[in-house]
């Protein structure tokens, strides 16, 4: 099995075991982006792997892959290990639909399959046809070890039932509302957590804003240890000072996106095993 790298993925490379396409992306002396594809795959099947995070040119990389594959008339299946601007699903006056938008551009290449690691929005089906995969191999084993699977908003209350019936533990979920662009306060808590070890889980974090006022709500509550599972770990702004002042145990999260920069509260996940098995 051949595959192709965006940078964004480059750290994935000597994690799987699948032949290296050979690309060229490079930049012109203004920043501009080439890629070039440097070998024959005229009807060879091959796959696409990348993720989209910031800066958007991780996006047009994709892009430029996908039409480059596509001219070479090679057979593609996709793989998006993170969905970038997922998030910007709602319609809205005056405000530009995100998601749909780069899903339309994605649609106009061609595809066999197309597969996203656990997804931000539901409402991205609605735009684009995929694959939903959710790395529940990687989490069941620790979620084994806790008594509670807690949500930290009602956005993430599926995600916590799932784990909490593969593992056979109680849940608990908690709703929040937004006060600010990254600001956010929890209103409620539905389920005891009193005097137990207790599993935030949730496809992402970003700035933290949400488990660490999550942790904070189940702290006055009782619980006795607590510790956060999400699949995709962007750690924006002062993510990184303000977990390690937090009541907050340990942080797992998977290496979808490359992590340089951690500390002893944080433990890496590899993916690896999960793509491989979705391939």
């Given at each position: 099995?051949k595959?192709?790298?965006?940078?964004?993925?480059?750290?994935l490379?000597?994690?799987?075991?699948f032949?290296?396409?050979?690309?060229l992306?490079?930049?012109?002396?203004?920043?501009?982006?080439?890629?070039?594809?440097?070998?024959?795959?005229?009807?060879?099947?091959?796959?696409?792997?990348?993720?989209?995070?910031?800066?958007?040119?991780n996006?047009?990389?994709?892009?430029?892959?996908?039409?480059?594959l596509?001219?070479a008339?090679?057979?593609i299946?996709?793989?998006?290990?993170?969905?970038?601007?997922?998030?910007?699903?709602?319609?809205?006056?005056?405000?530009?639909?995100?998601?749909?938008?780069i899903?339309?551009?994605?649609?106009?290449?061609k595809?066999?399959?197309?597969?996203?690691?656990?997804?931000?929005?539901?409402?991205?089906?609605?735009?684009?046809t995929?694959?939903?995969?959710?790395?529940?191999?990687?989490f069941?084993p620790?979620?084994?070890?806790?008594?509670?699977?807690?949500?930290?908003?009602?956005?993430?209350?599926?995600?916590?039932?799932?784990?909490?019936?593969?593992?056979?533990?109680?849940?608990?979920?908690l709703?929040?509302?937004r006060?600010?662009?990254?600001q956010?306060?929890?209103?409620?808590?539905?389920?005891?957590?009193?005097?137990?070890?207790?599993?935030?889980?949730?496809?992402?974090?970003?700035?933290?804003?949400t488990i660490?006022?999550a942790s904070?709500?189940?702290?006055e509550?009782?619980?006795?240890?607590?510790?956060?599972?999400?699949t995709?770990?962007?750690?924006?702004?002062?993510?990184?000072?303000?977990?390690?002042?937090?009541?907050?145990?340990k942080?797992?999260?998977?290496?979808s996106?490359?992590?340089?920069?951690?500390?002893?509260?944080?433990?890496?996940?590899?993916?690896?095993?999960?793509?491989?098995?979705?391939i």
């Amino acid at each position: 099995m051949k595959a192709f790298y965006t940078s964004s993925t480059q750290h994935l490379t000597v994690q799987l075991p699948f032949e290296y396409g050979k690309v060229l992306i490079s930049h012109f002396s203004d920043g501009e982006i080439l890629v070039k594809i440097e070998e024959n795959v005229e009807n060879q099947t091959v796959w696409v792997i990348a993720a989209t995070p910031t800066p958007a040119n991780n996006f047009f990389e994709l892009f430029f892959l996908l039409d480059a594959l596509n001219r070479a008339h090679a057979k593609i299946n996709l793989l998006i290990t993170y969905f970038g601007y997922a998030r910007q699903d709602k319609l809205e006056s005056n405000t530009a639909r995100g998601a749909q938008l780069i899903s339309t551009i994605i649609k106009q290449f061609k595809t066999n399959k197309i597969i996203v690691v656990h997804p931000h929005s539901k409402l991205l089906h609605e735009f684009l046809t995929f694959e939903s995969v959710i790395p529940y191999d990687l989490f069941e084993p620790i979620a084994h070890n806790f008594d509670v699977i807690v949500a930290p908003d009602s956005g993430a209350k599926e995600l916590a039932e799932h784990i909490g019936n593969l593992c056979k533990k109680s849940t608990a979920s908690l709703e929040k509302i937004r006060t600010g662009k990254d600001q956010v306060k929890i209103i409620n808590l539905d389920g005891t957590v009193s005097d137990k070890r207790v599993l935030i889980v949730d496809d992402l974090i970003d700035t933290g804003g949400t488990i660490i006022k999550a942790s904070e709500i189940l702290k006055e509550h009782g619980a006795k240890e607590i510790y956060v599972m999400a699949t995709h770990a962007i750690f924006a702004g002062n993510f990184l000072e303000a977990i390690e002042e937090s009541n907050i145990q340990k942080v797992y999260v998977t290496n979808s996106l490359h992590q340089k920069y951690i500390n002893k509260k944080i433990e890496v996940l590899n993916l690896a095993p999960v793509i491989k098995k979705m391939i």
